[in-house]
């Protein structure tokens, strides 16, 4: 989940609310994590109390609850794998010298093939590891470049005068924002089913599970405000056009670490970033596929998930995102606002979800169950408003 997280709200949706509002909208980064808390705590602690991923309680529930799931699921699938896909491919494309210059088209497909071949050879594992050295690069790049950045006092120039995000015309923004924050919601399904496969190598109990989830929750949320910060303290009110999730905008990211802690950064930070946002992308498409495969053989009444049906999905996940990244290849912006947007929307159907398999467990406080019930109401209720403004009703 820690990959996911950082490698898509991080790098793209915090930097650039701190870069376009500065502060303004710190409490709502710090709000979001709080109340999307407890449907990834639901998670763990469903599968270390029964034995059962979230997929197959939502199977003993019933069927519509099944269907729900399998159907969001796979749609989100090939959205979110195009989205942090496309970001990858163009911030591969601006690693590359100018006489190795490609069309995004070519290094996307790679990409993607480069994704699909590990996935299907299983060596996805060892890169496990060094994506996890690579985040922790990025977090400790970050947290450094925050405080070498604060020293230097802001950059705003005089005269600037400070946007509001507080209106109907920002509206998108802030859904993308929540939607990415700290992941898709639906993750929590997926980092269930990794939790009952390490439960079978090495069983941990409850309290320890639920630590290890709170240090990463927590660390996660942390982050965020890191990134808003640098863009806050870096970007906010320079006088210099801000460009949102384009490819320029990847080069003015690497610019706010340049200025911070060194032209020798640009390089690296680049590497980082593009390994960071891969290893996001095999995550998303092997998390995904598993999910989705899980859920299909629930559906179907199969004892056990076989491992060609994960193979199907991954394959699946892959062709039909790299479509859509060929048919966006221009459209960063667009591309990652939509995956955002639809992870935004389908975030009170998963929260329900969720909240519904663990709303009679007599081991939940009333305290997690109260957030949890403001949460899905903050949820929906922020979508009803983005819905209604998108057709018209208000504004």
Same mark, same amino acid.
């Given at each position: 989940?820690?990959?996911?997280?950082?490698?898509?709200?991080?790098?793209?949706?915090?930097?650039?609310?701190?870069?376009?509002?500065?502060?303004?909208?710190?409490?709502?980064?710090?709000?979001?994590?709080?109340?999307?808390?407890?449907?990834?705590?639901?998670?763990?602690?469903?599968?270390?109390?029964?034995?059962?991923?979230?997929?197959?309680?939502?199977?003993?529930?019933?069927?519509?609850?099944?269907?729900?799931?399998?159907?969001?699921?796979?749609?989100?699938?090939?959205?979110?794998?195009?989205?942090?896909?496309?970001?990858?491919?163009?911030?591969?494309?601006?690693?590359?010298?100018?006489?190795?210059?490609?069309?995004?088209?070519?290094?996307?497909?790679?990409?993607?093939?480069?994704?699909?071949?590990?996935?299907?050879?299983?060596?996805?594992?060892?890169?496990?590891?060094?994506?996890?050295?690579?985040?922790?690069?990025?977090?400790?790049?970050?947290?450094?470049?925050?405080?070498?950045?604060?020293?230097?006092?802001?950059?705003?120039?005089?005269?600037?005068?400070?946007?509001?995000?507080?209106?109907?015309?920002?509206?998108?923004?802030?859904?993308?924002?929540?939607?990415?924050?700290?992941?898709?919601?639906?993750?929590?399904?997926?980092?269930?089913?990794?939790?009952?496969?390490?439960?079978?190598?090495?069983?941990?109990?409850?309290?320890?599970?639920?630590?290890?989830?709170?240090?990463?929750?927590?660390?996660?949320?942390?982050?965020?405000?890191?990134?808003?910060?640098?863009?806050?303290?870096?970007?906010?009110?320079?006088?210099?056009?801000?460009?949102?999730?384009?490819?320029?905008?990847?080069?003015?990211?690497?610019?706010?670490?340049?200025?911070?802690?060194?032209?020798?950064?640009?390089?690296?930070?680049?590497?980082?970033?593009?390994?960071?946002?891969?290893?996001?992308?095999?995550?998303?498409?092997?998390?995904?596929?598993?999910?989705?495969?899980?859920?299909?053989?629930?559906?179907?009444?199969?004892?056990?998930?076989?491992?060609?049906?994960?193979?199907?999905?991954?394959?699946?996940?892959?062709?039909?995102?790299?479509?859509?990244?060929?048919?966006?290849?221009?459209? +960063?912006? #667009?591309? /990652? =606002?939509?995956?955002?947007?639809?992870?935004? %929307?389908?975030?009170?159907? *998963?929260?329900? $979800?969720? &909240?519904?398999?663990?709303?009679?467990?007599?081991? +939940?406080? #009333?305290? /997690? =169950?109260?957030?949890?019930?403001?949460?899905? %109401?903050?949820?929906?209720? *922020?979508?009803? $408003?983005? &819905?209604?403004?998108?057709?018209?009703?208000?504004?």
């Amino acid at each position: 989940m820690a990959s996911a997280a950082i490698g898509g709200s991080h790098i793209v949706s915090s930097a650039q609310a701190g870069a376009l509002f500065g502060w303004q909208l710190a409490g709502l980064i710090v709000l979001t994590n709080l109340l999307k808390y407890p449907f990834f705590r639901f998670g763990p602690q469903y599968t270390v109390e029964t034995g059962r991923s979230l997929i197959e309680g939502y199977a003993d529930k019933g069927r519509p609850y099944l269907w729900v799931f399998f159907i969001l699921c796979a749609v989100s699938s090939v959205i979110s794998a195009a989205g942090v896909g496309l970001l990858s491919a163009v911030i591969l494309n601006s690693m590359l010298p100018a006489g190795l210059a490609v069309s995004a088209p070519v290094t996307a497909s790679v990409m993607m093939l480069v994704v699909w071949a590990l996935l299907i050879a299983g060596h996805y594992k060892a890169l496990d590891g060094v994506t996890k050295l690579i985040v922790a690069g990025l977090t400790v790049a970050t947290v450094v470049s925050t405080f070498v950045a604060a020293s230097k006092g802001s950059n705003v120039q005089p005269g600037f005068v400070q946007p509001s995000p507080w209106n109907l015309a920002t509206l998108p923004f802030l859904v993308a924002l929540v939607g990415w924050m700290p992941a898709p919601i639906e993750i929590s399904a997926i980092n269930s089913m990794w939790i009952k496969a390490k439960q079978k190598l090495s069983p941990a109990n409850a309290a320890d599970t639920l630590f290890d989830f709170n240090v990463g929750y927590v660390t996660s949320a942390l982050l965020a405000l890191f990134f808003l910060a640098m863009g806050a303290l870096v970007q906010y009110g320079n006088g210099e056009k801000l460009e949102p999730a384009s490819a320029a905008y990847i080069n003015q990211l690497v610019q706010m670490y340049g200025r911070t802690i060194g032209e020798w950064s640009r390089p690296v930070i680049l590497l980082i970033a593009f390994m960071c946002m891969f290893g996001t992308t095999i995550t998303v498409v092997d998390g995904y596929a598993r999910a989705s495969a899980e859920a299909l053989r629930l559906l179907r009444g199969r004892s056990e998930l076989r491992s060609h049906s994960v193979g199907l999905w991954v394959t699946g996940i892959s062709v039909v995102s790299l479509a859509l990244i060929l048919l966006m290849q221009n459209q +960063l912006a #667009g591309m /990652l =606002k939509f995956s955002m947007t639809s992870a935004f %929307v389908t975030a009170p159907v *998963f929260a329900w $979800l969720n &909240l519904s398999l663990v709303s009679g467990n007599r081991h +939940l406080s #009333g305290g /997690l =169950k109260a957030l949890a019930y403001a949460g899905l %109401v903050f949820l929906a209720g *922020f979508t009803a $408003l983005f &819905l209604a403004n998108l057709t018209g009703l208000v504004g």
